[in-house]
């Protein structure tokens, strides 16, 4: 089993930053890739962005290259989504996770949710 753990989220303007965190616990030895998930109201969870351990295999969705960055410090078992220029629909519950073994995107354990809200 893994436990995992956000901190970080608020309330932010538009064209704002917020940097998440999450804190990994348990099995964490056996974890290869993590990543973050977000949940919109009324919308299924999405796939946001993941980072493998070296980071030689690091995605994100479209909707937030070139604006959010993954990283991770292994040796604190933390990992982290620095959101910049952050848009109202970013607006969701965000979501650690360590992903399936062999998978950049699928979650297997999840953290409880962090909440992020843009304000126009």
């Known amino acids: 089993q893994v436990q995992l753990v956000e901190s970080g989220g608020g309330l932010v303007q538009a064209g704002g930053s917020l940097r998440l965190s999450c804190a990994a616990s348990?099995?964490?030895?056996?974890?290869?890739?993590m990543g973050w998930f977000r949940q919109a109201p009324g919308k299924e969870r999405e796939f946001v962005a993941s980072?493998?351990?070296?980071?030689?295999?690091?995605y994100y969705a479209e909707s937030v290259k070139g604006r959010f960055t993954i990283s991770r410090d292994n040796a604190k078992n933390m990992v982290y989504l620095q959101m910049n220029k952050l848009k109202p629909e970013d607006t969701a519950i965000y979501y650690c996770?360590?992903?399936?073994?062999?998978?950049?995107?699928?979650?297997?354990?999840w953290g409880q949710g962090t909440q992020v809200t843009v304000s126009s």
């Open positions: 980072r493998n351990w070296d980071g030689y295999r690091t």
């Open positions: 996770a360590s992903l399936r073994p062999g998978s950049s995107y699928l979650g297997e354990y």
């Open positions: 348990g099995r964490t030895f056996s974890i290869d890739t």
